[in-house]
């Protein structure tokens, strides 16, 4: 099974920040790796798909990027709404596998 | 505006077979670009992938579960079945369905999950 790795684990962001958030497979995915945004309680959501596309709804904030093994999630300027668990899945091949969450949190 | 939603028992005594039920709206499970996968998560836990089934029966499952996984599909009624046998209490998960978008380019296919379920609680205890 392909492992899938993130770091931070979690972090501490006031509104207004630039955050990075990267994940790492254990081998080659191309660009098969999704990002997704999970609020306690809640259902994950899509936030980016193949790497880079933006699912559609999500601000233009949400970036993705990064091809082979590491990839990056940045959101530009932080947003009150956005303080969530992010993580990363890919769909390389199966059995499909997501990384443990980075938790962003107020600092 | 596509849907799903979960359904089944809330608790499940160990050793017990667990049988959920995810119907789904606005969206056939014959359409060709479609599946729907099944995920968990555990209390505090990372996401965890359990299988999934295509438009064309196509099923694959986790490593760790799949001898005791049966996923299956009832295209009438829009709902999609996951049978988990041996329950244990590490089994006590939130359990999810959604939507496994498909794009293929060539001879590589894309897969997202999107939208999920609210996801149902399913604890196993005695």
């Known amino acids: 099974d392909i492992q899938m790795t993130q770091s931070p684990s979690s972090l501490s962001a006031s509104v207004g920040d630039r955050v990075t958030i990267t994940c790492r497979a254990s081998q080659n995915i191309s660009t098969f790796l999704n990002w997704y945004q999970q609020k306690a309680g809640k259902a994950p959501k899509l936030l980016i798909y193949a790497a880079s596309k933006s699912q559609n709804g999500v601000p233009s904030r949400f970036s993705g990027s990064g091809s082979g093994t590491d990839f990056t999630l940045t959101v530009s300027t932080l947003q009150p709404e956005d303080f969530a668990t992010y993580c990363c899945q890919q769909s390389y091949t199966t059995p499909f596998t997501f990384g443990p969450g980075t938790t962003v949190d107020f600092k | 505006q596509v849907s799903l939603k979960e359904s089944g028992p809330v608790l499940v005594t160990p050793t017990e077979t667990l049988t959920l039920t995810c119907s789904v709206s606005?969206?056939?499970?014959?359409?060709?670009?479609?599946?729907v996968s099944w995920i968990r998560q555990a209390p505090g836990k990372a996401l965890e992938w359990i299988g999934h089934?295509?438009?064309?029966?196509?099923?694959s499952y986790s490593t760790s579960l799949k001898t005791r996984l049966t996923i299956s599909k009832d295209t009438s009624k829009s709902q999609v079945v996951l049978i988990m046998t041996n329950m244990d209490p590490v089994d006590t998960a939130t359990y999810y369905c959604?939507?496994?978008?498909?794009?293929?380019?060539?001879?590589?296919?894309?897969?997202?999950?999107?939208?999920w379920g609210q996801g149902t609680l399913v604890t196993v205890s005695s």
């Open positions: 089934i295509f438009s064309n029966d196509e099923k």
């Open positions: 606005g969206l056939s499970l014959s359409n060709a670009r479609t599946g």
């Open positions: 959604a939507r496994t978008q498909i794009y293929c380019s060539g001879r590589s296919c894309q897969n997202w999950f999107d939208p």
